[in-house]
């Protein structure tokens, strides 16, 4: 099972930045995707950003414009940097590696790391 850490979050004012960043135990090639996902408070978990194997990227459309995503194979390493942040981003962001060998599937989370945007 890989193991997937999370940093770089914490508390921001609205407009601020942060870069959040997921450390896997193994080569992220071994993934067909990897993503980011939130839950905020009282909420159901809702994706934010996912890239593929092919470097294909998705965005939610609430991110869209602000949220950037990337990955670094030579360390295994997923970022998302997030600009102009809102109070409504604050939220527990979980990093996730997706994998579909024949008719398995791998589907790995990490812990999370909270978010807080506010004043």
């Known amino acids: 099972q890989v193991q997937l850490v999370e940093s770089g979050g914490g508390l921001v004012q609205p407009g601020g930045s942060l870069r959040l960043s997921c450390a896997a135990s193994?080569?992220?090639?071994?993934?067909?995707?990897m993503g980011w996902y939130r839950r905020a408070p009282g909420k159901q978990r809702e994706l934010v950003a996912t890239?593929?194997?092919?470097?294909?990227?998705n965005y939610a459309g609430s991110v869209k414009g602000r949220f950037t995503i990337s990955r670094d194979n030579a360390k295994n390493t997923v970022y998302l940097q997030m600009n102009s942040l809102k109070p409504e981003d604050t939220a527990v962001y979980h990093c996730?590696?997706?994998?579909?060998?024949?008719?398995?599937?791998?589907?790995?989370w990490g812990r999370g790391i909270q978010v807080t945007v506010s004043s």
């Open positions: 996730n590696a997706f994998a579909r060998i024949g008719s398995s599937t791998r589907d790995s």
């Open positions: 193994e080569s992220i090639f071994s993934f067909n995707v």
């Open positions: 890239i593929t194997s092919g470097d294909s990227i």
